[in-house]
């Protein structure tokens, strides 16, 4: 009983890790993440069975292009937010109530619900896998549901050995995970049925991922002529992007560096765009697991979903030059060059395809009202993050 419970622990912790990766890798334990956890993404994103694992299934570098992508992520910080509270509170109970030896804690949520704790990490980790939206980690989100149903019920069999009378008593009028009468309705009695229910939630689950994704790749405010598809990593520098797209390509040290019937996608942002290194290696200070803001990234991250995203560098305290070079002038920008290959169809949102391969190419920086070009260099063909999956959107 102790291995077992031990291994939903540790299962449980493995999930919590990966949501938490983004967090991790910018914090001081981004090389342990690098030498023990990132193997796992890296080798599933090498073969095509696994590679949607590591893939996202929602807007995670650029910022939602319409209301209803908005909406969701605003959801993930509630639910991780409200969900950590509920632990919390519940946790904070139990523990008073042992040691002030008041007994069992059956007031506020335990009247009602016999596992609050449980239900309050779950609500949470769905928030973690709407902030970091790998399909890894949703698939981790539904191992964990069935562990946590499994230690429940391994832990209401030994209240029951122990407290024959008033635990049956209590489960009489309490639910496990929602209060009784709506569990009834909802949660079949016999093990086959709740069987049968946890599969039609995972294809809920993993159909939905795969929906939003599609969603999202089919609203993304794009510029397609020909091989090249571009993405504004701000909705707000669409217009821009639109007019004056076609005679940045015209340039003659752009062309230089394009290879007629490659396809590439082209990143459209600010120079100091703060999410830059998941698409590029542009540069050291945009390497931010080496910085360790993780307490303003966390605060940013969960309190402010858009704020670092559309503010530039400056919001998560970038090197000042970094910053002083994105507001040097309102209309500069950043265009990242990324060479795509692996995919037959000619759709601009095949760039995208989960089975596609990107390297970055070149940078170029511009002024888009003079056309000016400020800086122009070849970059390696790794991102800031290495070999690591990174986000494509």
């Known amino acids: 009983m102790k291995k077992s419970k031990a291994l939903f622990s ?8 990966i949501a938490l990766e ?3 890798m910018i914090s001081p334990f981004a090389g342990f993440f ?3 956890f990132n193997p796992l993404l890296i080798a599933a994103g090498e073969y095509p069975a696994t590679r949607w694992l590591s893939a996202f299934f929602l807007p995670h570098m650029v910022v939602p292009p319409d209301g209803f992508l908005k909406f969701i992520r605003v959801t993930g910080s509630v ?8 632990f919390l509170v519940c946790a904070l109970q139990v523990y008073a109530h042992k040691l002030l030896k008041m007994g069992a804690a059956l007031r506020g949520l335990y009247s009602a619900l016999r596992h609050p704790q449980y239900l309050g990490l779950g609500v949470a980790s769905l928030g973690l896998a709407i902030l970091w939206p790998r399909f890894l980690v949703a698939v981790l989100w539904l191992v964990m549901l069935l562990l946590y149903y499994l230690l429940a019920m391994d832990e209401e069999r030994r209240m029951l050995r122990a407290y024959p009378e008033t635990y049956a ?7 496990m995970f929602l209060p009784r009468r709506i569990e009834q309705r909802v949660l079949p009695a016999s093990g086959v049925g709740r069987g049968a229910a946890f599969v039609l939630i995972a294809v809920l689950v993993l159909g939905g991922a795969f929906a939003l994704r599609n969603y999202t790749v089919k609203h993304l405010p794009l510029w397609a002529d020909g091989n090249v598809v571009a993405l504004a990593v701000n909705p707000d520098d669409a217009g821009m992007m639109d007019y004056r797209l076609p005679e940045v390509l015209r340039l003659p040290d752009v062309r230089a560096r394009m290879t007629d019937g490659q396809r590439y996608l082209v990143y459209f942002l600010p120079a100091d765009y703060i999410m830059q290194g998941l698409i590029a290696d542009t540069g050291a200070e945009w390497r931010l697991y080496k910085q360790h803001h993780t307490l303003s990234m ?11 995203l559309t503010e530039g560098g400056h919001t998560m305290h970038s090197p000042s030059g970094a910053a002083a070079h994105g507001a040097a002038g309102g209309m500069e920008r950043r265009l990242v060059f990324v060479k795509v290959s692996g995919t037959t169809s000619q759709t601009p949102f095949d760039v995208f395809a989960i089975e596609a391969e990107r390297s970055p190419q070149f940078m170029l920086d511009v002024d888009i009202h003079t ?7 070849d970059l390696p063909k790794q991102t800031a993050w290495a070999n690591v999956p990174t986000p494509v959107f």
């Open 10 to 17: 540790s299962a449980i912790v493995l999930y919590f890790i």
């Open 22 to 24: 983004f967090l991790i």
């Open 34 to 36: 690098y030498a023990v």
């Open 79 to 86: 639910l991780l937010v409200g969900g950590m509270a509920v």
């Open 169 to 175: 008593a209590y489960m009489e009028k309490s639910g």
């Open 298 to 308: 966390i605060t940013d991250w969960v309190l402010h979903p858009f704020g670092h």
């Open 371 to 377: 056309l000016t070009v400020r800086e122009l260099k």
